[in-house]
């Protein structure tokens, strides 16, 4: 598992101030995600493609990610033409709809804009230090709490199941479509689950050993506003508000 | 001297197994304890005892000549006592070093910036300042100890209680660890098996048998890893 | 089970997110600061669970989970599926911000009320644990899928026969979560029976 692999880097908006991104970003991607029509998504999709320039993402792996999380919008792209109804035109004498055809394009637009916008706005800070952004915007501390913990013990749980996976595998166990692999799955996971059980008390102990008692206190970081993290945010205010009314009065 | 940590007479046993402390009786002011006894014996259950983690079923504990009963009590107890987990892992659970360490330091009620200059100050006599801002789950094994070393004497203890810190432990780390440890002026108990460095480290040597605690007469045992056939056991020179 | 950015309307991104709003903070109220960790624990389970890909027939699909997650935290299950559905988005660009609230009651609502439904037999022995287990992990995917299509078919009546076709995949799929909750219950009760208690002394 690649985690975080957007993080590291020394674009601007790698630098940027995480609570501006996340206000910035927080509009900017629901504006885009409800915009009606062609004209106002591309150019959505134009800053988007910016903002992926600015951020100086590896190309590579951006296209990567892009790929594996377009299942569900490609499934659209090719199920709407054939199913939505309305004027249909033949293509190689299959009848397609075009309305179908339409909204199909326009979502797979606004899927990978926005999967843009959220790697080159997001991506590019830390989980941590967007937990702690999100707790100064008033995510309650429990929440926060929540989120940093799950994200700090997800690699945790991963290597103890591909250890469980591995001795599995060394002593002849390969995977089919039957009852026995799916007992052995749950087993697998059953057995995850009793040992990242036993690894929350004892994590539990070490935090009440060092004065927890329900009250969560992160370290913030002290924070460092540039004007380009002015810029960009009021950027993405006007540019949500503005594509938003043209898209639904223009 | 003054004492720290009393047990009177504790028992404790786990669901369905026999006593693992039987009537034990122990005392605890600025020594440096060395702790040692064969796996399942009781080292582990007698120092989350001596925190609090775990209640004596009977006997009594006293910090500081006053019997500690309510989670009050255990909450002051727990600021003067500093535990080193044998798995760092279930230590440190922040997403970066240098709020691990800062998480305590919160707790007691520090500002953001005390506590983040006790914390930086910390890693630095630890030699181990580079790492501040890495993320946690992708330190070495050794790095990590150190790192959980780090959180808990950030706390200013007056005792610690290490389980097993150097196992799995490279080496170099080890080394380190040890020096550490021996320049430190606080009192500790030490669960162990590695005696090199407990010579190092402790002054006097504790057994836990059969669910009481000795210590060991002669002092600290002369024990060092070299070539002869008792190298690996605790011996004495004649 | 992620619906992805840009395909719903803003009426029913602002439903799932105010019922993910007001779930989560009632989940957040009913949690004890010392169970923190482990709902923590069970959210990266969750959020590992679906990098597992299980044969069935000719491929391979990935597990959900949410019915074992909802049977042993109940209403906590809210929570923790919401910081793991924030994790996949950020960290592999799974589903999305805009969409998270309706993607969370998606997943979590029906673990969430199949859990409190049948965790008075999940703690017995016997026939009805077995019910409920396999029940649980059955109709968490299968209701996901019906409110997943509910959710395109309020957005646009065009999307029908698209939603259609992925509650009839969902069947498949519902059953093999369905056996292998059982067999993950069935292991949690012999080995460490306490974790199908976790809820029991709640608030």
């Known amino acids: 598992m690649k985690e975080e692999r957007f993080s590291v880097g020394g674009s601007p908006l790698h630098r940027g101030s995480v609570k501006l991104k996340l206000c910035g970003g927080l509009l900017f991607i629901p504006a885009f995600a409800i915009t009606p029509s062609y004209r106002e998504a591309l150019i959505f999709l134009f800053i988007s493609l910016l903002l992926t320039a600015i951020a100086r ?37 299959v009848p397609v709809s075009k309305a179908g055809f339409l909204l199909g394009g326009l979502i797979v637009i606004k899927t990978n804009g926005i999967l843009l916008a959220l790697i080159a706005l997001l991506g590019t800070s830390t989980v941590s230090s967007l937990g702690h952004g999100l707790n100064a915007l008033g995510v309650s501390d429990r929440l926060t709490a929540l989120l940093l913990f799950s994200y700090r013990y997800i690699f945790v749980i991963e290597q ?58 992160p370290l913030t970081n002290p924070s460092n506003r540039s004007p380009f993290d002015l810029i960009l945010f009021l950027g993405l205010v006007l540019a949500s508000i503005i594509l938003t009314f043209l898209g639904y009065l223009g | 001297m003054s004492t720290l940590l009393n047990l009177d007479n504790v028992c404790f046993s786990y669901p369905h197994c026999q006593p693992i402390l039987n009537n034990c009786n122990f005392s605890i002011g600025d020594q440096r304890i060395g702790l040692i006894g064969s796996n ?35 909450r002051k107890l727990r600021k003067n006592l500093g535990f080193l987990f044998q798995n760092s892992n279930d230590q440190l659970f922040s997403p970066t070093v240098i709020e691990d360490i800062a998480f305590g330091p919160l707790n007691m009620g520090l500002t953001q910036d005390q506590a983040r200059e006790r914390s930086l100050q ?38 610690l209680l290490l389980d097993e810190p150097t196992n799995n432990l490279d080496p170099e780390t080890r080394e380190k660890l040890t020096a550490i440890l021996r320049d430190l002026e606080i009192a500790r108990i030490i669960i162990s098996h590695d005696w090199d460095f407990l010579t190092e480290t402790t002054d006097e040597l504790y057994s836990i048998e059969h669910g009481h605690l000795h210590q060991c007469k002669d002092g600290h045992v002369h024990v060092h890893q070299h070539v002869h056939e008792h190298g690996d056991k605790p011996h004495h020179h004649s | 089970m992620h619906i992805s950015e840009g395909v719903l309307s803003l009426p029913v991104l602002a439903t799932g997110g105010t019922i993910t709003f007001f779930s989560t903070m009632y989940g957040l109220k009913k949690l004890d600061y010392d169970k923190i960790m482990t709902v923590a624990m069970f959210s990266s389970a969750f959020f590992v669970a679906s990098f597992i890909h299980i044969p069935l027939g000719p491929g391979s ?76 992990g059955f109709f968490s995917i ?62």
Request: net charge positive; no cysteine; proline share 4%.
């Open chain 1, 57 to 93: 993402l590896p190309l590579k792996h951006v296209i990567n990610r892009l790929v594996l999380a377009n299942f569900f919008s490609l499934f659209l792209f090719i199920t709407l033409p054939l199913t939505y109804g309305g004027d249909p035109f033949l293509i190689w004498g």
């Open chain 1, 160 to 217: 103890e199941f591909k250890r469980l996976q591995r001795a599995a595998k060394i002593r002849g166990f390969s995977p089919g479509t039957n009852v026995h692999t799916y007992r052995t799955f749950g087993y697998l996971i059953g057995m995850t689950m009793v040992k990242s059980w036993d690894q929350s008390q004892r994590i539990h102990d070490a935090m009440v050993l060092r004065g927890y008692d329900g009250q969560f206190f």
């Open chain 2, 40 to 74: 399942g014996s009781g080292k582990t259950t007698l120092l989350k005892i001596l925190v609090g983690l775990l209640k004596p079923q009977q006997g009594r504990l006293f910090h500081q000549g006053s019997e500690v009963t309510s989670e009050r009590d255990y």
């Open chain 2, 122 to 159: 910390i890693l630095k006599k630890l030699d181990i300042l580079s790492l501040q801002d890495q993320i946690t789950h992708r330190l070495s094994g050794g790095e990590k100890k150190l790192v959980a070393l780090a959180t808990v004497l950030v706390m200013n203890p007056r005792l």
């Open chain 3, 61 to 136: 699909v990935h597990l959900l989970l949410s019915g074992i997650v909802g049977l042993i935290l109940g209403w906590a299950a809210f929570p923790a599926i919401l910081a793991a559905l924030f994790l996949q988005a950020l960290l592999f660009q799974y589903g999305g911000l805009a969409v998270i609230g309706v993607n969370t009651v998606i997943i979590a609502a029906p673990a969430v009320i199949l859990g409190l439904f049948f965790r008075p037999w999940l703690v017995q022995p016997g026939k009805k644990r077995f019910i409920a287990s396999g029940a649980a």
């Open chain 3, 142 to 203: 299968f209701f996901s899928s019906l409110l997943m299509a509910a959710a395109l078919i309020a957005t646009d009546a065009g999307f029908a026969k698209a939603a259609l076709l992925l509650v009839a995949w969902s069947i498949p799929v519902s059953i093999l979560e369905g056996v292998i909750t059982i067999s993950i219950v069935k292991f949690l009760a012999t080995v460490q029976p306490e974790i199908l208690f976790f809820s029991e002394n709640s608030k």
